[in-house]
């Protein structure tokens, strides 16, 4: 097998599982912070573990790294809480959608870390994903739950558009696991505080799911997400993680029973291949 079909495996692997990931936003009977707390803690055991095994080191090589990696801890914490909030107060379909207009976002942050202006076809792509947005929404009111869900995602994809630029830029040099590591133990010092108090009240079976998600569904889809960007072009990773968006629609309707409206479909289609648009032109200029 060559490691360009090892590659595809591993980010169509990745992206089936992130689709599922979603879904346990509804199953777990847990806030979005607890949730996230939860799953930080089985992911950086894990991820330890696997350091520990392999008999490598943990530290990093200069003392500003850490200062980076805190930062980059706090924007995946805020990312993986709005993210899951967005589901649990709307639909998966809705709160992954909206999730996905974090390329147009970057197209227009990561320039000004370079002192350049957006070019005008991501400009006409920011549009085009508004108009998907527009159609997503169906009232312009706080109070309707579709709309706070989108509201809540585009903020994820925000936080998480800067955390991908934080780190590209500040963070390289350093294995997938050793950025994971710090970043999920960052989210769960921040997150206790906050959440400590229901550890008794979780349940046997909610430790059991909250495990699988951090283990199965954290650990192991990012490690096949990084293993895929060593043995493939980040235009073809990104492209096809777009998919998550169809993969998490379809097991939230045959699983939880959330089918999707024609206008969300309809809108969502519209942000997937803007995004997927994005994608492909990024990897044309790499």
């Known amino acids: 097998m060559t490691n360009s079909l090892k590659g595809l495996l591993a980010v169509h692997s990745a992206v089936l599982i992130f689709g599922l990931t979603a879904l346990f936003s509804k199953l777990i009977s847990l806030t979005a912070l607890e949730i996230t707390l939860f799953r930080s803690i089985f ?5 330890f573990a696997i350091f520990f095994w392999q008999k490598k080191s943990l530290l990093l090589s200069h003392l500003k790294d850490y200062g980076i990696v805190v930062l980059l801890g706090v924007l995946l914490a805020l990312h993986w809480v709005t993210y899951f909030h967005a589901m649990q107060v709307s639909s998966i379909a809705v709160g992954v959608i909206a999730l996905y207009t974090f390329p ?14 957006p070019h ?3 400009i006409m792509s920011a549009f085009t994903v508004l108009f998907g947005i527009y159609l997503l929404v ?11 869900g989108i509201l809540w995602g585009v903020l994820s994809a ?3 558009s800067l955390r991908n630029i934080i780190q590209g830029h500040s963070f390289k040099g350093y294995s997938a696991r050793h950025s994971l590591f710090y970043q999920t133990l960052v989210t769960f010092l921040i997150l206790l505080p906050f959440s400590y108090e229901v550890i008794p009240e979780v349940s046997h079976f909610q430790w059991g799911q909250l495990l699988i998600l951090g283990v199965v569904f954290t650990a192991v889809p990012h490690t096949l997400f990084a293993f895929s960007l060593l043995n493939l072009k980040a235009k073809t990773v990104s492209l096809v ?15 939880l029973g959330e089918w999707a409206e024609l206008s969300t479909v309809i809108g969502g289609s519209i942000v997937v291949l803007a995004a997927m648009y994005e994608s492909y032109t990024a990897g044309r200029k790499a």
């Open 241 to 255: 993680a777009c998919v998550q968006v169809v993969y998490a629609t379809i097991f939230a309707a045959l699983i």
């Open 158 to 160: 925000l936080l998480f």
């Open 104 to 117: 147009i976002i970057t197209v227009f942050l990561e320039p000004i870390f370079h002192g350049e202006r």
């Open 138 to 148: 169906p009232e312009f009111s706080l109070g309707n739950q579709t709309t706070q």
């Open 43 to 47: 992911a950086v055991l894990i991820i």
């Open 120 to 122: 005008i076809k991501d």
